[in-house]
């Protein structure tokens, strides 16, 4: 990859890191509800799902899964459900005092790696990133050696950044009324993105 490439790769990779999405909506949660420190887990979680992507992707694995309509559909219409589910769920515990340090890192772990997994947002990310900026004469390890170490670098400084936006935000807002409102908001983050997700879904199915 030449330099003018791996420019270009990393200014679309910041740009599509630090656009708000799910992943965006879970750390600033997390940060909120368990401080910086223990929120780190999540970001773990998603660097673990970046990795991930990125290898499959290297392995045509991704483009495998647009090329089935049916197999895509149906991890499309999970994720809107799964969104759905935890946004519905933190609008209606948004009242409730946070109930700080209660939840695992394993549990923190876990929860983020499921919400990063099904994000239709990545799945499209990691697609135009391998058709625009892989070389189609260059052997794709080769490559990856530059890929990889780029777009970890820069997911882990924006969804540390949103990690550190949310334990500021909770040190300011716990127990006010700013914080029942600003997690009902990013809750209803989670919905809007689930529901644009199914619709989607629904419209290629007609």
């Known amino acids: 990859m030449t330099l003018h490439a791996w420019t270009i790769f990393a200014l679309f990779w910041v740009v599509f890191v630090t656009t708000p ?3 965006a909506v879970n750390c600033i949660q997390n940060g909120m509800s368990f401080g910086f420190r223990r929120s780190l887990w999540g970001v773990l979680a998603i660097l ?12 045509g694995v991704t483009a495998l899964l ?13 994720g809107a459900a799964f969104l759905i589910w935890l946004g519905v769920r933190g609008w209606l515990n948004a009242g409730r005092p946070i109930a700080t340090g209660t939840r695992s890192g394993a549990g923190i772990y876990w929860r983020a790696l499921g919400i990063a997994t099904i994000n239709a947002k990545s799945v499209a990310g990691y697609l135009a990133a391998f058709s625009q900026f892989v070389q189609p004469g260059v052997p794709i390890w080769d490559q990856m ?18 990690t550190a936006l949310g334990a500021g935000l909770g040190r300011l807002a716990l127990g006010t009324v700013m914080n029942l409102w600003f997690r009902r908001i990013m809750s209803l983050g989670f919905i809007i993105y689930g529901v644009a997700l199914g619709s989607l879904s629904g419209s290629a199915r007609t």
């Open 21 to 23: 999405g799910p992943n």
């Open 48 to 59: 673990t799902q970046a990795t991930a992507f990125l290898v499959l992707s290297a392995l």
């Open 66 to 78: 647009t090329a089935s309509p049916s197999a895509f559909m149906v991890a499309k219409l999970a």
């Open 145 to 162: 050696w530059v890929i990889m170490p780029t777009a970890l670098t820069i997911t882990a400084a924006s969804y540390t950044g949103y």
